[in-house]
């Protein structure tokens, strides 16, 4: 069965820091992986997706994953956080274990930005 | 073109009653799924349908249904309600083949809140 932990239930950091949000999964066949943010009162939607064509994958509003297949991670990046940023990340994984592409979400970790 | 439609957007109920929510995905999209998103169990997958059936179902109690309409909007009824129950609930559609790279793009969620 598929599996996503997201380390860190927050993470702080100031604005023009570089931002990090760690995404491991466990995934039995090749799989699909995706970032999505929620702002507050919102939806999810999302910021980029792994889908084997390259391993560093730039999304949008400046981050990028890098799909690393020895150390089964999908850590988000951004070089520098702005004000704006400040919402809740999950991570998701999505394989065809159990015939079912249903994603399973991680537990969202929230950032916060300080000026 | 328009986004995903969850009404209503806020509701309160009382334990024992019965709630009904309703989800239009974006234009085109055939599946639609549904999410319960809380502060200690994260998102948790309820169901998906597709072409009005159900083609995937989480792990819930039989007091969350759903159903899906010739038009591909979904409604998701929830009988004799818990405290529990309280949760934004999240509905998301996608195109919906059997595609592990699926986007799901979602709706801002209905707040219910059970008393």
């Known amino acids: 069965a598929q599996s996503v932990t997201q380390l860190g239930s927050h993470v702080s950091v100031s604005e023009g820091a570089l931002v990090l949000l760690r995404c491991n999964y466990s995934?039995?066949?090749?799989?699909?992986l995706f970032w999505y943010v929620q702002y507050p009162n919102q939806g999810l939607q999302l910021l980029l997706k792994y889908t084997s064509a390259a391993t560093l994958v730039k999304g949008i509003n400046g981050f990028e994953a890098e799909f690393k297949k020895s150390e089964t991670s999908f850590h988000l990046t951004k070089p520098s956080a702005h004000m704006r940023d400040a919402a809740e990340y999950f991570c998701a994984v999505s394989d065809q274990a159990g015939g079912s592409y249903i994603p399973t979400f991680g537990r969202g970790t929230s950032l916060i930005v300080h000026p | 073109k328009a986004g995903v439609t969850q009404t209503p957007r806020y509701l309160i109920k009382t334990r024992g009653q019965q709630v009904t929510l309703s989800c239009s995905p974006i234009s085109g999209h055939r599946s639609v799924s549904w999410y319960q998103q809380t502060p200690g169990q994260g998102l948790q997958f309820l169901f998906e349908y597709f072409s009005e059936t159900q083609r995937n179902k989480g792990n819930f109690p039989g007091r969350f249904s759903g159903r899906q309409f010739s038009n591909s909007r979904s409604e998701m009824n929830v009988s004799t309600l818990e405290l529990g129950d309280s949760a934004l609930y999240l509905c998301a559609s996608s195109l919906g083949g059997a595609l592990g790279a699926n986007v799901l793009t979602f709706g801002a969620g209905s707040r219910l809140t059970v008393l």
């Open positions: 995934s039995s066949v090749p799989p699909y």
